[in-house]
């Protein structure tokens, strides 16, 4: 399987920070990677998909960059409802497998 | 709008096996732009993937769960389903049905159900 990793597996911040959350697979993956979002009780949400897509509808604070074993999701200016957890997935290869979570919380 | 809408048994006794069902609406299961999957997410193992059914009826599975998972779909009535045998407190979880978009490149699992909690106790 592959491994996804996630860092930091917390992060505090304030509204109007930039953050980035840091995902390294232990293979290389191309761009087979998507991001999503979770706020408690609620189901993931897709944010980018192939590594560094928008998905429809989410705001262009958010944005991805990447390839290979190297990616990274980045907030430029964070608002309230930002204040969630964030997973990477990779689809690059059966079992798809996610990274443990980054937790965002305010400051 | 794709929508997806888990039921089934949420509380299951240890060995026993867990049903689940995954009405979806808004899209066919045997369209061919979406596969149908089965995520599941617990506190110690995070979110973890257990397999999906694809337009065709064919299937991929985790091999972590060995035999112990049946994924089939009933295209009449536009619904998956989930079958997973000989439950243990390990697979206590939320279970999640999921599609992925298969015409976008990396085929991300677009939208998803509201999840269903499944306790298993002896």
């Known amino acids: 399987d592959i491994q996804m990793t996630q860092s930091p597996s917390s992060l505090s911040a304030s509204v109007g920070d930039r953050v980035t959350f840091s995902c390294r697979p232990s293979?290389?993956?191309?761009?087979?990677l998507n991001w999503y979002q979770q706020q408690p009780g609620k189901a993931p949400k897709l944010l980018i998909y192939?590594?560094?897509s928008l998905q429809s509808g989410v705001p262009s604070r958010f944005s991805g960059s990447g390839s290979g074993t190297d990616f990274t999701l980045t907030i430029s200016s964070l608002q309230p409802e930002d204040f969630a957890t964030y997973f990477c997935?990779?689809?690059?290869?059966?079992?798809?497998?996610f990274g443990q979570g980054t937790k965002l919380e305010i400051k | 709008q794709l929508q997806l809408q888990e039921s089934g048994s949420g509380l299951v006794k240890t060995s026993q096996t867990l049903s689940l069902r995954c009405a979806v609406s808004?899209?066919?299961?045997?369209?061919?732009?979406?596969?149908w999957s089965w995520i599941r997410q617990t506190p110690g193992k995070g979110l973890e993937w257990l397999g999906d059914?694809?337009?065709?009826?064919?299937?991929r599975y985790n091999w972590s769960l060995k035999t112990r998972v049946l994924i089939t779909s009933d295209r009449s009535n536009n619904q998956f389903f989930l079958r997973l045998t000989s439950m243990t407190a390990a697979d206590t979880a939320v279970y999640f049905c999921?599609?992925?978009?298969?015409?976008?490149?990396?085929?991300?699992?677009?939208?998803w159900g509201q999840g269903t909690r499944v306790i298993v106790s002896s």
């Open positions: 192939a590594a560094s």
């Open positions: 293979q290389s993956i191309s761009t087979y």
């Open positions: 997935q990779q689809s690059y290869g059966v079992p798809y497998t």
């Open positions: 059914i694809s337009f065709t009826g064919s299937t």
């Open positions: 808004g899209a066919s299961v045997t369209s061919g732009a979406f596969s």
């Open positions: 999921v599609s992925g978009l298969l015409s976008m490149a990396a085929e991300p699992f677009d939208y």
